[in-house]
Nanobody
Framework: QVQLVESGGGLVQPGGSLRLSCATS????????MGWFRQGPGNGRELAAI???????NYADSVKGRFTISRDNAKNTVYLQMNSLKPEDTAVYYC?????????WGQGTQVTVSS
């Protein structure tokens, strides 16, 4: 069983930055794939960023060049650094882990980009 707890969401002005954190209940070194999904108002859940292994990353086109996903196995934490935020980035952001073929989700953290 993997438990994921997100933090770091909040209200930020357009052009601002936030860093989301996802803490896991156990060691993440054995979890090959972790990522961040998001669900905006009236939209379905979509992939924002994913990290496979220690450094293999992939991003949605809408966030490329602005978001960076990283992981710190020693701290059992995955991060999403979000820069140059836009109003369309407003969403609930969910941490995701794929472990032994089973997907796990966090409870979500709200990010609101507004002036």
């Amino acid at each position: 069983q993997v438990q994921l707890v997100e933090s770091g969401g909040g209200l930020v002005q357009p052009g601002g930055s936030l860093r989301l954190s996802c803490a896991t209940s156990g060691g993440i070194s054995s979890i090959n794939t972790m990522g961040w999904f998001r669900q905006g108002p009236g939209n379905g859940r979509e992939l924002a960023a994913i990290i496979v292994g220690s450094s293999g990353t992939n991003y949605a086109d809408s966030v490329k060049g602005r978001f960076t996903i990283s992981r710190d196995n020693a701290k059992n934490t995955v991060y999403l650094q979000m820069n140059s935020l836009k109003p369309e980035d407003t969403a609930v952001y969910y941490c995701y882990a794929l472990h032994l073929g089973t997907p796990y989700w966090g409870q979500g953290t709200q990010v609101t980009v507004s002036s």
